[in-house]
Nanobody, 117 residues
Framework: QVKLVESGGGLVQPGGSLRLSCAAS????????MNWYRQAPGKERELVAA????????NYANSVNDRFTISRDNAKNTVYLQMNSLKPEDTAVYYC??????????WGKGTLVTVSS
């Protein structure tokens, strides 16, 4: 059974940093690309960052480029999202995501990030 569990969210002041983690289980983690999405109140869910199976290729939404860094540790079955220079508009629930071998999407339950003074 595929399981994705996010952690690391919380309240942070503008300009601060957080590191999100997503612990994966139930599948061969190293064989699948991983993604972070977010959904702000009243908005659609959007892709924030993506990472290839080996971690050699990454992609970011324009809104977070140069501030966020996605990485993974295949030995620990974990993907991370380092978020720096956080802005109020980064406030959202952040979700870990992957697609199974038949294209089936798998989602974690999310972790809330609130950027406010």
């Amino acid at each position: 059974q595929v399981k994705l569990v996010e952690s690391g969210g919380g309240l942070v002041q503008p300009g601060g940093s957080l590191r999100l983690s997503c612990a994966a289980s139930g599948f061969t983690f190293s064989s699948y690309a991983m993604n972070w999405y977010r959904q702000a109140p009243g908005k659609e869910r959007e892709l924030v960052a993506a990472i290839s199976t080996t971690g050699m290729r990454t992609n970011y939404a324009n809104s977070v480029n140069d501030r966020f860094t996605i990485s993974r540790d295949n030995a620990k079955n974990t993907v991370y999202l380092q978020m720096n220079s956080l802005k109020p508009e980064d406030t959202a629930v952040y979700y870990c995501h992957t697609k199974g071998p038949w294209g089936t999407p798998y989602w974690g339950k999310g972790t809330l990030v609130t950027v406010s003074s």
